[in-house]
């Protein structure tokens, strides 16, 4: 994939780069080695500063930010410029909270002296996906240099803007050359990249397939991988729940980032008693989404990020309803430039279809109904992913249930999923391991050294 930066929203491609040399690479490669030797040993309360001034940055110019997302991978304007405040509150998170995650933990032994101590390992790849340019680039930067670690970027190829103003928000705020760098490479250059001695670890947010193929080059190596990959998070209403927040937040909660998110909720599971309300109130409410440009702060729903996505959807969805499923509303690519997809909602979902068994990436509801709560469960777990879950019931006893049995790593009760710096964040079974964010997060890239004293 060419790495440049095509405006989904008119389909024209606005500015091309050069992929990095092999020689540039190297050099790059040298100068996170030598940053790493001195960063190590840089303070905490000097990392937080910067680390403070990148948040600042990235306040001051949130607007500006925001419209390089919007250009890049179309999602709505509001959403961007939320999406660069919460980077901001990641670096603050981690420039606040470091120095006590990575203290000295005692434990008492037979020892005279034993304790943990957190080290950083060295340079950590990322590559990122498109989705979230800024907000997956800097959960992972601003716990892993805070850590004392060096970052190097793969950013997603069709959001290279977005790479290079990232690096340029880490430069600006005083982190030495060297310390977090983008590079401008296509994923064929990913495995070669994991085999290089310059770099120790890796993580990657995105498909199921480069997630397998980064964590294959890695096993090579023996190299620790964070994967945090898709998802088809369960949507759970209980006859006890409040329907009206429920299919509000059930429209925030598909339609965020254009469907384009790992957390969505992508499958409906309503049991039978309120079925029938809670899919019209969905209908009414998708139908009244504002459909346009996504550069203005009144759209709802903007285009997909490339015609690949648009063309997979299509044919997921098409394919669905041939398969026996019945089409609620939309259903069709729109008839205007740009990567435009209707808001749609298929329901008695036959078994087999891929509306049944893969994640829909974009506006798509998927709508289940169900007998009761144990019915619920299941189709829940049906699934290869487990990600997040959002369940919404007013009975204690149900509630218990659900947070005890749905397999995923996040269960959000009368609300949507939706990742914090202060809680840790990740997936189970074909959605990944490993957790960003909190605490975990920024244990992760550590080397968690035993210390003994006889
Ligand atoms: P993708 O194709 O896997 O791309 C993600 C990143 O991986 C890009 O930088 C891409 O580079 C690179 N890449 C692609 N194939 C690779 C390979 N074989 N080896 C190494 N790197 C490779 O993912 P996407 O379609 O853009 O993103 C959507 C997926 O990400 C969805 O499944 C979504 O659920 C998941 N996601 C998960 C989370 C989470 O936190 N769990 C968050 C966001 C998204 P190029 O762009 O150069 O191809």
């Not at 829909?360 to 019915?375: M, R, Y």
Request: net charge negative; hydrophobic share 45%; charged share 20%.
């Amino acid at each position: 994939m060419a790495i440049s930066t095509t405006n989904p929203a008119t389909g024209e491609t606005l500015k091309t780069f050069t992929e990095l040399t092999d020689s540039e690479i190297e050099t790059k490669l040298e100068l996170s080695k030598q940053a790493f030797e001195k960063w190590r040993k840089t303070s905490l309360s000097q990392r937080a500063e910067w680390m403070h001034a990148a948040a600042a940055i990235l306040t001051q110019n949130k607007a500006q930010y925001a419209q390089i997302m919007t250009l890049e991978m179309g999602k709505p304007i509001r959403g961007a410029i939320a999406e660069v405040e919460k980077c901001a509150l990641v670096c603050r998170y981690y420039a606040e909270n470091a120095a006590k995650f990575l203290a000295d933990v005692p434990v008492s032994t037979d020892a005279s002296a034993s304790f943990i101590r957190y080290q950083p390992m060295g340079a950590i790849l990322a590559v990122m996906p498109w989705n979230f340019p800024f907000w997956q680039v800097f959960r992972f930067a601003a716990p892993t240099l805070m850590a004392g670690n060096v970052g190097l970027l793969k950013h997603a190829s069709n959001v290279p803007q977005c790479a290079l103003a990232i690096e340029d928000i880490f430069t600006q705020a005083g982190f030495p050359d060297g310390v977090f760098q983008t590079l401008l490479v296509g994923s064929d250059r990913v495995s070669d990249l994991i085999s290089r001695s310059h770099i120790q670890a890796a993580t990657l947010t995105g498909s199921e397939v480069a997630g397998a193929s980064l964590a294959a080059a890695a096993g090579k190596q023996i190299k620790k991988v964070v994967l945090e990959l898709g998802g088809s998070d369960p949507f759970i209403v209980l006859a006890s729940a409040d329907l009206e927040a429920a299919v509000t937040t059930a429209v925030t909660a598909r339609m965020l980032n254009n469907g384009q998110s790992c957390i969505a909720a992508k499958r409906f599971i309503v049991v039978e008693e309120i079925a029938d309300r809670f899919q019209q109130k969905l209908v009414e409410k998708f139908a009244a989404l504002k459909v346009g440009d996504p550069m203005q702060l009144d759209t709802d729903l903007g285009p997909l990020a490339t015609p690949n996505i648009l063309k997979d959807l299509d044919y997921q969805v098409t394919q669905s309803v041939k398969d026996g499923a019945k089409l609620l509303i939309g259903g069709q690519k729109l008839d205007r430039p740009g990567n435009y997809y209707a808001a749609t909602i298929l329901t008695d979902i036959p078994p087999g279809s891929p509306a049944q068994k893969e994640e829909f990436f974009g506006p798509v509801a998927l709508l289940f109904k169900v007998a009761d709560i144990n019915e619920a469960i299941e189709l829940a777990n049906d699934t290869p992913f487990g990600l997040g879950a959002s369940v919404w019931t007013n009975k204690a006893a149900e509630r218990d249930r659900l947070i005890d049995e749905i397999e995923a790593g996040a269960v959000f009760i009368n609300s949507m999923v939706k990742s914090d710096p202060r809680m840790p964040f990740g997936g189970i079974k074909k959605s990944g391991y490993g957790r960003e964010l909190g605490k975990e997060g920024i244990h992760e890239f550590v080397n968690i050294k035993t210390v003994w004293v006889k």
